[in-house]
């Protein structure tokens, strides 16, 4: 399965109209999306924006979960007039998969590589953006990349950082970040929102030119995401034959007890059961078993190397 994830649902809403027999779940407190492209499954976490509930989130999400990958993907600022609106960006010092390999897979649209921060607070004038361009030598900047990048390493989980852009330098925010969005209460404030515009009309057309900016934005990631996503082999197209795979399965086991006569077995069982669990057929498998005798053992051993077969 392959988890995505995006911070708010305004983000996501271009993308989850791809996604076939879409159903919500919930577990561990938290609520999820999930549905098929290409026959593989999907599952959708909105983690929230900032650092706290993203860590809160994203902990339940991934608890007692095996992912393939996971695609942390959303809207990012540009720190620099380099990038433009609408543009993709794979972020390098997050992504842990191959980005060469994964970028030739997205849409035709131009994808940038470079690499991304994540700051504690939206970040606003171009002066600020500049600054932080200079100082960390990044492209772009989001919320919470760096918190999933984390709990994905500590997981064992492989990361694709995939962002698109939605403001620049040159094109920022149409009014102040605490009034386009509450952080503490993870939504806009309506009210704080149409008192601010009421106050200053003549910023209203740049609020139409941005709604409409970040709509166009969501449709790109999320074409991008379906093209990459569909490119995928479809399982459902092969039969039963071509499902055979080869997988390698590697055991690093302690013994204590050098009655290893059994483990030849016990090896056997657990690979069958490992073939059986993934829908898989074990058709050859290679035991290799190294034997450690350390002199201090004590009293009569029963040690059969022929059981250990190699």
């Not at 159903?23 to 290409?38: D, L, V």
């Not at 929230?48 to 996971?70: A, S, T």
């Not at 149409?194 to 009309?201: G, I, M, S, W």
């Not at 409409?212 to 990459?228: F, T, V």
Request: charged share 25%; proline share 5%.
């Amino acid at each position: 399965m392959i988890a995505i994830t995006f911070a708010l649902p305004a983000e996501s809403s271009a993308f989850l109209s791809h996604l076939r027999n879409k159903s919500r779940a919930g577990r561990n407190g938290i609520q999820t999306i999930r549905g098929e492209i290409n026959h593989r499954p999907i599952e959708v976490l909105h983690t929230g924006v900032g650092e706290k509930v993203c860590r809160q989130r994203l902990e339940k999400f991934i608890e007692d979960q095996e992912f393939d990958l996971l695609i942390s993907t959303g809207c990012a600022g540009a720190l620099n007039n380099e990038l433009q609106i609408g543009d993709l960006l794979l972020a390098k010092n997050f992504s842990t998969v191959e980005l060469n390999e994964k970028r030739s897979s997205f849409s035709r649209s131009p994808i940038y590589m470079a690499d991304l921060l994540t700051a504690p607070t939206l970040i606003d004038s171009s002066d600020e953006r500049t600054a932080i361009a200079r100082t960390s030598g990044a492209a772009a900047v989001d919320m919470e990349t760096e918190f999933i990048a984390c709990a994905c390493a500590a997981h064992g989980i492989p990361l694709l950082s995939l962002r698109v852009i939605t403001d620049t330098p040159r094109e920022p925010f149409p009014a102040p970040a605490h009034v386009l969005f509450d952080i503490v209460k993870q939504r806009t404030d309506l009210p704080k929102l149409a008192t601010f515009f009421l106050a200053h009309p003549n910023r209203i057309p740049r609020l139409v030119q941005f709604a409409r900016r970040i709509a166009n934005a969501r449709k790109m990631l999320a074409n991008a995401l379906e093209a990459s996503l569909a490119k995928a082999d479809d399982p459902g197209s092969r039969d039963h034959r071509s499902r055979l795979q080869l997988r390698r399965f590697d055991v690093h086991q302690h013994v204590s007890d050098a009655r290893v006569a059994l483990l030849n077995r016990t090896f056997h069982a657990v690979r069958d059961l490992v073939a059986f669990v993934h829908g898989h057929v074990a058709i050859h498998s290679n035991v290799e078993v190294d034997i450690k005798i350390e002199a201090h053992l004590a009293g009569p051993t029963f040690l059969n190397l022929n059981d250990s077969r190699n």
